[in-house]
């Protein structure tokens, strides 16, 4: 690519043409900066012809204004569209875990059953007449161990689940792309 071009894709921002991604960062880290540019263009700009192409090419972009700032632009130009992708998957991801637990059967049993739960182990303290459950807490239900740390909370919580309401452990498959 002749400086000329070079010099053309810069100001036109084209990221889909000449000015990839990749050769925007590596055009970035190339550029001259200001001391750079005062050395360049003050002892070769009369000797264009005379110039070797790398040369050629740190005056063409030294004669850009504000050089650093429209690479910076280029680069964040030509990255955009990547951002924006795994942006979108991610998005998507996290649109169908929600999805999934708005649609879910089960996890307002699993709730019901869990704040029941923890309501008969806090008996009469001020945390035993919860009203709902933190979500915060259901990520430390496998860390509560019963005294003799034989059985967690939610081995607790699936084992009264398995005899009473056996229908709500399929929460598990409901939820089963979200894991």
Known sequence: MSPEDVVKAIY?????????????VRAAGFAP????????????????EL?????AYMIALSRIPN?????????????FGDSATRLADIVEVFQAAVDA???????????????????????QTKLGRASGVNVGVLNKL????SVDNSITLLDYIVSIL???SPQTLGLLIELKGVC
Do not use: C, Y
């Not at 496998?142 to 161990?145: C, I, S």
């Open 67 to 79: 050089l650093r700032e429209r690479m910076d632009a280029v680069v964040e130009r030509a990255e």
């Open 101 to 123: 637990l708005a649609s879910s059967q089960n996890l307002p049993e699993f709730f019901k059953w869990t704040l029941a739960v923890g309501n008969f182990i806090n008996g």
């Open 51 to 55: 110039l070797q192409p790398v040369e």
């Open 33 to 48: 900066v200001n001391d750079e540019e005062r050395a360049i263009v003050s002892e070769r700009e009369d000797k264009v």
């Open 142 to 145: 496998h860390m509560l161990k």
């Open 162 to 164: 398995t005899k009473h």
């Open 12 to 24: 036109k921002m084209d990221v889909d043409g000449l000015m990839t991604s990749d050769f925007a």
